[in-house]
């Protein structure tokens, strides 16, 4: 079945860097990926919807210039979460579509990353 | 605008017994509708589906779910929980090439 990996599964830095995290489609083409944040003790919130080629799509009150997305290739897409604060802290999940497999209906989510910044 | 409702917030069964975690949904056409787990500290999983067809759809791990388009519900069941079930419960909806909306997640604790 279709796979997503996530990468690095966890990370801490330091307030005022950035940290990019991967997410990448191992067995299937995905020309959309979508990124989610997860607080504490409640559901999974969209960031934005990531299309390979093009510029990403920012749902309201996501800082775009904070969160980079980039999608250059069919299987990957990468979160760079800029001047991060301790308020970034948070569960970044990915999740993935194969749009020419027959499951394109099938989000698969990869394992997603937990980022703490001090 | 879609959205999806789980009113329980947390559930206690015993091991052995029956689980039935609801899902209401709101949209204006026929959704596609899901079912994650997530353990902690850990990814989504896809327990389920449903698209169209049948409107009892058969999962992994023995769970099952009922499509019912008269309720707007699409709750979640499994005859006989095991200890490791124990996780969080996300029900899910998209209109297909769109966005995922989330419920806000069932927390499962099973009691031995």
């Known amino acids: ?118 | 605008a879609q959205s999806v409702t789980q009113p329980d917030i947390h559930i206690t069964v015993s091991e052995g017994a029956s689980l039935e975690l609801r899902c209401n949904y709101s949209y204006g056409a026929t959704p596609y509708l899901f079912w994650y787990v997530q353990s902690p500290g850990q990814g989504l999983q896809l327990l389920l589906k449903y698209f169209s067809g049948d409107t009892l759809v058969q999962g992994i791990k023995g769970f099952e779910a009922e499509f019912k388009r008269s309720q707007s519900s699409f709750n979640l069941r499994k005859p006989s929980v095991h200890w490791s079930d124990a996780a969080e419960y996300f029900c899910a909806l998209t209109g297909g090439y769109q966005k995922v909306t989330f419920g806000t997640g069932t927390k499962l604790q099973v009691i031995p």
């Not at chain 1, 970034?88 to 099938?106: E, L, N, P």
């Open chain 1, 1 to 118: 079945g279709a796979v997503v990996s996530q990468h690095p599964s966890w990370v801490i830095c330091k307030s005022g860097t950035s940290v990019k995290i991967e997410c990448r489609s191992l067995d299937f083409q995905a020309t959309t990926m979508f990124w989610y944040r997860q607080f504490p003790k409640k559901s999974l919130m969209l960031m934005a919807t990531s299309n390979e080629g093009s510029k990403a799509t920012y749902e309201q009150g996501v800082e775009k210039d904070k969160f980079l997305i980039n999608h250059a290739s069919l299987t990957l897409s990468t979160l760079t979460v800029t001047s991060a604060h301790p308020e970034d802290s948070s569960f970044y999940i990915c999740s993935a579509r194969d749009s020419t497999g027959q499951d394109k209906y099938g989000y698969t989510f990869g394992s997603g990353t937990r980022l703490t910044v001090v």
